[in-house]
């Protein structure tokens, strides 16, 4: 039964790879995201030496590798598992000999690494030589990166799960789905770091799993984490992911106890 999961991951692999041109425009995409940001915060320092505790270099490598990072982790599991909801077909779905919130997350594997290898690597290789991005040193820092990168996925996946299952509450959660997507990148630390929010809203969102999907790892990938330190933000992820397991499960028993079809 392991193998057949595995298999979920390959054939979403494959189904992506007939599509890899959107993927090409997508490396297009993600560079201009990073020059808009690149020349945003260049123009913010100014001669300034440091913001919110991140370097001028710091910062032009935090905002490169956190919006590629997001290349892997982001993917749309929230809408595929409300589409289902909505046509009926996860009636098929829940009376097949599988786990289907476990198969989604197969699909999500499958499409993040197509994701790796065809967007985030080349991207991130474009964003080198287009901006002076520094690379860490330390190979602590390249394993705990990649590390906390899957963690990163999982998270975001869940969140997204999350997000599709409360369909079978609400109907109709499109307004949900778009709120998720702007809270995950603005409070993720995707478009501004935690550390330039005010005060008290730092300090609420170090609570929260946001966090954990694009500040952290991009703190450990600019050196402003290191050593001990770095296993101590990827112990955060950990528990972050096991808390997640939680709503998920009680909202799949749930749901499967209220299943009814709206068409199909």
Known sequence: MLGAYFDFIRIRFLTMLAYRINYYSGILIYTLNIGVNYFTWKAIYGNGESLGGFTGAQMTTYVAVSWMARAFYFNNLDREISTDIRDGSIAIQFIRPYNYVLVKMMQGLGEGLFRFMMLMIPGMVIAILLFPVQLPTEPSAWIGFLVMLFFSFLISSQINIITGLSA?????????????????????????????????????????????ITYLPGSVFTGRVQGVGIWNVLGIQVIWFLVLLVPIVWLYHAARQRLFVQGG
Do not use: C, H, Y
């Open 168 to 212: 079978f509450f609400v109907e109709n959660n499109e307004g949900m789905m778009r709120m998720k997507r702007v809270i995950v990148d603005l409070f993720s630390g995707l478009i501004v770091p935690i550390t330039l929010f005010p005060g008290w809203l730092s300090s609420i969102l170090k609570v929260l799993p946001f966090q954990a």
